[in-house]
């Protein structure tokens, strides 16, 4: 796949997206469009699968308005409240720190430059980039291992590590796609081309991807 081929690809997958019932809907469903709720969904996301993350998203959201709303809660409810979400003592004791630093340093609210994202605790590029897509609604992409794998995979990228693949990404996807790019490969990394046994035969983008075409 050349960067040409890219909007083409990409507008097919935008109008198959919708087919695909894939788990990262429901997650996307179940957020506020708001800064904070992109922030905390996303923390609790990481070594989780996505329909326990949407769950658990769902009550914790509910609970939870404003970083001062995790101060007040105690350390063991709040961890009764992410449960099950992957490693939730650690990261109810980090929810906790990060909504200090929230308070303290950024007066309560969100920051929106990835600089100061990535000063706030257990946030990384990931994490800051689906914040400034999703909840700002600045262009940015977010890179995990389905966009890695995906961008690898098609031949758009040769790239070792994620950080890696959003640097050449940058590079060659056009900017008005970027805020997709992650739920759309996210999307279709979930249902058609999985890490394992990716399903070729129903991919409606394969004429272009490296990986098909290195079999055939
Ligand atoms: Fe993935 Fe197969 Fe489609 Fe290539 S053809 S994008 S490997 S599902």
Known sequence: MT??????????????????????????????KDPLSALLCALLSTRTRDETTAEVCKRFLQRVKKPQDLLEIDQEELEKLIYPVGFYRNKARQLKELAKQL???????????????????????????????????????????????????????????????????????????????NRLLVAFGQTICKPIKPKCGECPISKWCGYYNSLL
Do not use: C
Not at 13 to 22: G, I, L, Q, S, T
Not at 105 to 126: A, I, M, T, Y
């Open 3 to 32: 960067r040409e081929d890219l909007p083409k690809v990409l507008e097919i997958m935008k109008r198959e997206f919708p087919k695909w019932h894939a788990p990262i809907v429901k997650l996307i469903a179940q957020k506020r």
């Open 103 to 181: 308070v303290e340093d950024f007066n309560g609210k969100v920051p929106d430059s990835l600089e100061d994202l990535l000063k706030l605790k257990g946030v990384g590029r990931k994490v800051a980039n689906i914040v400034l897509s999703e909840g700002f609604g600045k262009p940015a992409i977010a890179v995990d291992v389905h966009v890695h794998r995906i961008s690898n995979r098609w031949g758009l990228v040769k790239t070792k590590t994620p950080e890696e693949t959003e640097e050449a990404l940058m590079e060659i996807l056009p900017r008005e796609y970027w805020r997709d790019y």
